[in-house]
T-cell receptor
Framework: AQSVSQHNHHVILSEAASLELGCNYS??????LFWYVQYPGQHLQLLLK??????LVKGIKGFEAEFIKSKFSFNLRKPSVQWSDTAEYFC????????????FGKGTTLSVSS | NAGVTQTPKFRVLKTGQSMTLLCAQD?????MYWYRQDPGMGLRLIHY???????AKGEVPDGYNVSRLKKQNFLLGLESAAPSQTSVYFC??????????????FGPGTRLLVL
């Protein structure tokens, strides 16, 4: 069965620190990869997505993610976080051959102190 | 465009009561989904629909029913609510099922408390 693992449950950073959130998935076929963000009290918003092509994808608000097929990973990065990045971050995978199901990781809570 | 909207925003039920959650989208999307979000569990798919008049089970369908009578609406029903159904429910929609068309857009959520 497909699964998504997010390594960090809670990350605490100071403003201007660099961020990397890990995401690994288990599926041997072709996948679509997503990162969603949920700000406190709000709904999920798409941060970035990967379907094909350049494995380094750039999203909104300065976030980027790199797809490393050999490692089954899609880690999220940001060079310098801001207090407003405090949120919960979800990695999600859709295996194209498996239909429409979007499998989510359990989420990583990011707390940024000013 | 309003995108994906959900009603109600918050509801308290007693065990055994029934209710229906409404999801509406104005993006002409074919696919619609219902998820539940629980602390430390991420989002789990309850049911989904690939078009008007169709529904299918997701990861955690027990205790829920759905209907998609109109393309823009997707209803989630709880026939006999249980405390284990206390959760935040999110609706989502997408143009298609995979690739760029499979990007899902989420509603604001419904917070349900079952006493």
């Amino acid at each position: 069965a497909q699964s998504v693992s997010q390594h960090n449950h809670h990350v605490i950073l100071s403003e201007a620190a660099s961020l990397e959130l890990g995401c690994n998935y288990s599926y041997g076929g072709t996948v679509n990869l997503f990162w969603y963000v949920q700000y406190p009290g709000q709904h999920l918003q798409l941060l970035l997505k990967y379907f094909s092509g350049d494995p380094l994808v750039k999203g909104i608000k300065g976030f980027e993610a790199e797809f490393i097929k050999s490692k089954f990973s899609f880690n999220l990065r940001k060079p310098s976080v801001q207090w407003s990045d405090t949120a919960e971050y979800f990695c999600a995978v859709n295996a194209r051959q498996a239909g429409t199901a979007l499998i989510f990781g359990k989420g990583t809570t990011l707390s940024v102190s000013s | 465009n309003a995108g994906v909207t959900q009603t109600p925003k918050f509801r308290v039920l007693k065990t055994g009561q029934s209710m229906t959650l409404l999801c509406a989208q104005d993006m002409n999307h074919e696919y619609m989904y219902w998820y539940r979000q629980d602390p430390g569990m991420g989002l789990r798919l309850i049911h989904y629909s690939v078009g008007e008049g169709t529904t299918a089970k997701g990861e955690v369908p027990d205790g829920y029913n759905v209907s998609r009578l109109k393309k823009q609406n997707f209803l989630l029903g709880l026939e006999s609510a249980a405390p284990s159904q206390t959760s935040v429910y999110f609706c989502a929609s997408s143009y298609g099922g995979s690739g760029s068309f499979g990007t899902q857009y989420f509603g604001p959520g419904t917070r349900l408390l079952v006493l």
